[in-house]
């Protein structure tokens, strides 16, 4: 049986199943799901395995799922990293599980991967696709855990959303920095840019703009002046490519309206300082060169995560140097 995500966060009850897989890149969210689940099962000993280890101690493994205890009238395990090698054990207990329950967690999987084929096949299994969170589910997310806060405007929603590299995780960490330090319940702008070390940030948005408005004289001297924070440099990627994905949409929705309509029609709204910016850049940019653009950030980003020994900076500044003669071509 397949799962969505979004009815677990609300219900983790709805699971029902002996045995489920969960897979996706989506960190932040099997994390959560995962915590449900021990809370839901607050007086059961849940064994936290990775797979190596289950596949290594076969024999061991399964015969612990089946031993009875005195003392434990159900068990839980959490197979961390799991893929296809997992599948035989798999097969081997499914069926068979009476007080037992076995959660996989795995990264992302391929359509041919035999283990997600075998889950989404199943009608006795369950499966739960955790699939990256878009900008409606991260502003969802900051709405509900900060409702009672006071002065949640829609510009503090964008400062703490942008903030976050689209990544629950960091989120999360920044939503429980705000709850310890407002305690008032009380959000103040100044105080939150500082809580949230936004300086960095706000540097790399300016030279960002400029360098897809293909302004040349801004973008050399905010180059040199801009100081890139090694920890954030996929963040920095992800900043460019989220304006493009915009732009695109924009430029969707231009094919029925003009874009100056669309750029208000857009949702999430655009805020309103921002919309004179995204107006320059439709100039420069058509949705060719937006999709040449995100070929170009996704190809580096690949290149940054496979190779560690680089100098990513030197990349992004490259890539920013390359988008700038694109947007002028």
Known sequence: MIYKSYLLEKNIGLLKNKIVLFYGENLGLKDELKEKIKKKNKKVFISN?????????????????FNKSLFEEKKIYFINQA????????????????????????????????????????????????????EISLKNIIQIRLKEYTGLTPEIINIIFENCNFDRVRLNNEIDKIISCFIDKKIKREKLEFLLNLKTNEDFNILKDEVLNGDKVKTNSLLSETIFDPSKNIFYLNVINHRLIKLLEIYNYGEKVNYENAINMIKPPIFWKDKPIFSKQLKMWSASKVKKAMKMIFQLELKMKSNSFINQELLIKKLLLDIYLLANA
């Open 83 to 134: 893929n296809d090698k997992i599948l035989d054990i798999i097969k081997e207990v499914n069926g068979k599980l009476e007080d037992q329950e076995i959660y996989l967690f795995s990264e992302v999987l391929e359509k041919k991967s035999k283990l997600r084929k075998f889950f989404e096949s199943s009608k006795n299994n369950g499966v739960v696709p955790c699939y990256s969170d878009n």
């Open 49 to 65: 395995l990775m797979q190596d280890d289950c596949i290594a101690n076969k024999d061991n493994f399964i015969s612990n799922i």
